[in-house]
Nanobody, 116 residues
Framework: QVQVVESGGGLVQPGGRLRLSCVAS????????MRWYRQAPGKERELVAA????????NYADSVKGRFTISRDNAKFTVYLQMNSLKPEDTAVYYC?????????WGQGTQVAVSS
């Protein structure tokens, strides 16, 4: 069956870094665009970063440009989100999303907390 599993979240101090991973199975990973979303308490879920199926195209929310990098390894069925220079406002549950045509899959989320 389809599985999308995030990992790598945790507590980090402002200015620190984390790398999130998302491992997918049960579908043809290499044809799916992949996205990272986040949802902070009391706020709507927002798109953080997106990467095309081949990895040749990426997009970022203005709030994370220059600090976050999305990448993927199709051989490992994995997408990553490298997060540098973290700020308290980056605190949220981060979700991995796979999207192709009408098909869409979500992970369960991983918590990121940025605090001193």
């Amino acid at each position: 069956q389809v599985q999308v599993v995030e990992s790598g979240g945790g507590l980090v101090q402002p200015g620190g870094r984390l790398r999130l991973s998302c491992v997918a199975s049960g579908f043809t990973f290499s044809i799916y665009a992949m996205r990272w979303y986040r949802q902070a308490p009391g706020k709507e879920r927002e798109l953080v970063a997106a990467i095309s199926s081949t990895g040749g195209s990426t997009n970022y929310a203005d709030s994370v440009k220059g600090r976050f990098t999305i990448s993927r390894d199709n051989a490992k069925f994995t997408v990553y989100l490298q997060m540098n220079s973290l700020k308290p406002e980056d605190t949220a549950v981060y979700y991995c999303n796979a999207n192709w045509a009408v098909n869409e899959y979500w992970g369960q989320g991983t918590q990121v907390a940025v605090s001193s």
